[in-house]
């Protein structure tokens, strides 16, 4: 028999509950077990105060001649008519009845020393000395019950407004274009595959943030804003004076993940010295244009919690991917309308070029696109690793500038984590 400390068995073998066979595997158990021995010397202990406790004292108890004279003395007073009648019982103490009461003490006594419930806290216990007691005694410190430290759950961190998918043209005949005005790097996931030797969370990537740590020179329609510049003295009022406020380049190439789409490329630039306000909005042609996807935003700003970014500093440039989905073999694919400071500049139409060869940038820039879609597990049934060597072969050639040739380095380095 396999009994552990607390088992009920041996409180039944204690009082004689148990038949001959299993008390002989309780005292075999117990012989073998020091704790099981402790145990039962503790419940002997326990048994035999209750026992003295309840057990009735010989000087309660009434002689045969102290009984007879009660039983006459009450005869004579019943025959008197003086006795108040009442229901009797027999008040003899039954021997009998010590067993079962000691039994019954025991249990309760046991239950309540073992499973008698302890207080915890997350906290150091302490016990607050009594009012009633004088100033000059001191309070014994109590036991503190010590728990695993609560570990706090890290602050979550405000992502930027990521991707949500392809949009219909018809739902969404807008997009507000984010202009990005900060320094992008690529030291994070650099440390991150080069150092530590994985792949980063997927749910870190910005592709956007990769995108713009390369500077490009698109190759297509190209508009620049100017604004009236004012003279340096009042009198001087020479008329037709402008001055340059920003730069909007496109250019658009077959999509390389998806070849009947095509990818159109925003580059929007400010000028040397002064800071400016940019909107950029692009307008589908819902005629031609099926879907379109923004790589790396959300396809609306209400989804990021925030107005869609505006501030376009100088010397500064943004990079924007949008993947369209056409829904004829010919046509235009929309409009990019814009105004910096709040005047209007040349619209700029987005046309498929099929014909045209993309420049070296706009090739990079959709191979710096289709990594970082694979990095988060994006559209992953169209990129995989073997499209991403391939894009990387065709781009690779001696003249490629330095920086851009240690991009493909770390492409290559990221296919064999």
């Known amino acids: 028999m396999k009994l552990h400390p607390e088992d009920p068995r041996l409180t039944a073998y204690l009082l004689g509950e148990l038949g001959p066979e299993d008390s002989a595997a309780v005292e075999l158990a117990v012989a073998a077990d020091p704790a099981l021995q402790a145990a039962l010397r503790e419940t002997e202990g326990v048994r035999d105060i209750l026992a003295n406790t309840f057990a009735p004292a010989a000087a309660d108890q009434l002689l045969a001649s102290q009984r007879a004279t009660v039983m006459q003395a009450a005869r004579q007073t019943d025959l008197s008519g003086k006795t108040v009648p009442f229901t009797t019982h027999d ?15 025991v249990t309760v006594g046991v239950f309540a020393i073992r499973y008698s419930p ?51 043209a018809a739902e969404s005949p807008s997009l507000d274009l984010p202009v990005l005005s900060r320094n992008q790097d690529l030291s994070g996931l650099i440390q991150t595959i080069r150092t530590e030797r994985k792949l980063p969370a997927r749910d870190r990537v910005r592709l956007e943030e ?9 190759n297509g329609v190209t508009a620049i804003a100017r604004a009236p510049k004012p003279t340096w003295h009042p009198d001087n009022r020479q008329e037709g004076l402008t001055a340059h406020t920003a730069t909007l380049a496109t250019e ?19 000028n ?7 909107k950029v909005v692009f307008h589908p042609n819902q005629k031609t244009v099926f879907r379109y996807h923004l790589l790396g935003f959300t396809a609306s700003s209400e989804s990021s919690g925030g107005k869609t970014p505006t501030k376009l ?10 993947e369209i989905e056409p829904s004829t073999a010919t046509g235009d694919l929309g409009s990019i309308g814009w105004t910096v400071n709040g005047e209007p500049a040349t619209t700029v139409s987005i046309a498929r070029s099929g014909d045209n060869e993309p420049s070296d940038d706009a090739r990079f820039a959709a191979l710096v696109c289709a990594y970082s879609q694979w990095l988060a597990g994006e559209q992953s049934s169209m990129i995989d690793g073997d499209l991403l060597s391939a894009f ?22 990221s296919l064999h984590l």
């Open 210 to 218: 990769i995108l713009n740590s390369f500077s490009y020179r698109l």
């Open 252 to 270: 658009t190439l077959p999509c390389p993940w998806k070849p009947s789409a095509t990818l159109l490329l925003v580059s929007i630039r400010g």
């Open 91 to 105: 008040r003899t103490w039954k021997p009998w009845l010590i067993p079962l009461a000691a039994a019954a003490a």
């Open 118 to 168: 302890v207080k915890k806290s997350s906290t150091v216990t302490t016990v607050a000395p009594s009012r009633e007691k004088p100033a000059t005694q001191s309070t014994p410190p109590a036991v503190a019950v010590k728990e695993a430290p609560v570990v706090p759950a890290p602050e979550k961190e405000i992502p930027l407004p990521h991707s949500t998918g392809a949009v219909a």
């Open 313 to 322: 500093a100088a010397k500064s440039a943004t990079t924007l991917a949008i």
């Open 392 to 413: 990387s072969r065709e781009i690779t050639s001696t003249s490629l500038p330095a920086d851009r040739a240690d991009f493909l380095k770390l492409i290559e380095e």
């Open 272 to 278: 040397a010295t002064d800071d400016a306000d940019a």
